[in-house]
């Protein structure tokens, strides 16, 4: 009788592979549930830190803009606010961390003088190119 008690001790404690495959199906269905509703959100928070990021930007243009007494040219672009070029009154740098590239790892561009203001600074989005819609919708200063 002691063989019979220890077998069903030892059956009691384990888990069978049936019962592992139902929470494994349970937890896939949970998943694929919740994360359609997840990933939109991830564009739209890109979207949003390329839109602080351009504003950190604009910021350093500003004081590069009060030291120099003007903004960086095209040709000079966005890396004057790292490091000098030479520049005349430059006492940068004027980003702490150094020069960012958008959410989705290209740099920003920058046009001097701009169409839409003083200068241009945007991102094309995920796609890189010109319009879009969600993700692929740039991110502009001059909106």
């Known amino acids: 009788m002691k063989n019979t008690t220890k077998e069903r001790k030892y059956k009691e404690n384990g888990f069978t592979l049936i019962e592992i495959l139902v929470v494994m199906v ?13 990933f939109p959100k991830l564009g739209k928070g890109k979207q949003s830190a390329a839109k602080a990021q351009i504003e950190l930007l604009e910021q350093g243009l500003d004081q590069f803009r009060l030291d120099t007494s003007r903004y960086p040219t095209t040709q000079e672009g966005l890396s004057v606010l790292v490091t000098n070029q030479n520049i005349e009154k430059w006492e940068g740098p004027y980003l702490k961390k150094g020069l960012p590239n958008d959410p989705w790892g290209k740099p920003y561009n920058y046009q001097y003088p701009g169409t839409h203001g003083e200068y241009d600074l945007f991102s094309y989005g995920r796609d890189g190119i010109i319009g879009g819609e969600g993700e692929d919708k740039d991110v502009v200063s001059w909106e």
């Open 26 to 38: 349970i937890i896939t269905l949970l998943a694929s549930l919740v994360a359609p509703r997840l």
